[in-house]
Structure formats: C-alpha cells, structure tokens
C-alpha cells in the first residue's frame, strides 16, 4: 500500500472512530470534556489517595487549550467533582483534586464507559485492542504533538500571490 493511501485509511479510519466513541457517547453522563478531565483526576487518586492534578497537566495530557480546560474545571467544580486547592510552593499553578464524598458520581458514568469499551473490545478482538493501546503508547512516548498552526500557515502562503 502506498504511504499517501495509508494516511488517507489512517486519518479516515481516525475520523471513523471518533464518531463511533462520540456517537456511543464513551462518556456517559458527563461531557467528554469533563470525562477526559475526570479521568486523569480519578487516575491520580487511585495512586495517592487525594487525586490531586495541577491544570498544567491536564493541559499537557489531554492537549486541551487552556481556555476550554478552565472552563471544564469550572464545570466539575459547578457538579461538586472537583475542587481547586493550594500547591506546594509556586502560587501561580493551580491544582485541582476529586471531592472524594461525590466520586460515585463520577463512578456511575465512568462504569458506562468502561462497558462501551469492553464492547469495542469485544467486537476487534484483545490482540487488536492491545495493538491500539500499544500504538497509542507509542505516540505518546514519542512526544508527538502536531503543530497546530502548521497546516494552516502552509495554507495561507499558497493563498498569497
């Protein structure tokens, strides 16, 4: 297969599977957004006990703007799944953590989601889900990241004369 056909299958097959977890609605019961978020928070309280998350790192990890994970933040605070909460030293980064007496809340949908998962699972089979696991792995190691702008600024130049 020809590599510009196989990116043409890749993004295809990308675009594919994000309507598949959009339309399952993978996050049930809260916003993808806000499940995104929460998940990293639950994550960290399953390793300390506190799950407490400073924003910068949800940025990084979700590679969400910082605008909408504000906003988002905002909203887990609004349903009492979230709190703001002082930092070790430097002031200016802001931490969150769970309000672990409104974490079943979270569980519930979370619980919905793993089920959806297990689903998906089921139907490529465990060597292919741990095949994207790995490739998702892999990704991420790599640090990849791509440039926001890069398409864009390619664009324009061809646009001016």
Excluded at 5 to 31: C, D, H, M, T, Y
Excluded at 40 to 63: A, C, F, N, P
Excluded at 134 to 143: D, P, Q
Excluded at 144 to 161: L, M, V, W
Aim: with cysteine.
């Amino acid at each position: 297969m020809a590599e510009t056909e196989q990116a043409e299958q890749l993004l295809r097959s990308w675009v594919k599977l994000s309507g598949i977890l959009k339309n399952n609605r993978i996050s049930k019961g809260l916003a993808y957004n806000e499940a995104a978020v929460m998940l990293l928070v639950y994550h960290r309280y399953l390793e300390d006990g506190v799950g407490r998350i400073s924003i910068k790192e949800i940025i990084r990890e979700t590679q969400m703007l910082k605008s909408l994970v504000n906003r988002t933040v905002n909203s887990l605070e609004q349903m009492g799944l979230l709190e703001r909460c002082p930092g070790d030293g430097d002031k200016r980064t802001v931490f969150v953590r769970c309000v672990s007496s409104n974490l079943p809340v979270f569980l519930q949908a979370h619980t919905v989601s793993l089920q959806v998962a297990q689903r998906i699972i089921e139907i490529i089979g465990q060597a292919d889900a741990e095949a994207f696991i790995r490739s998702v792995g892999k990704l991420e190691r790599a640090g990849y990241i791509p440039e926001r702008t890069a398409g864009t600024a390619q664009i324009n130049e061809e646009k001016e004369p």
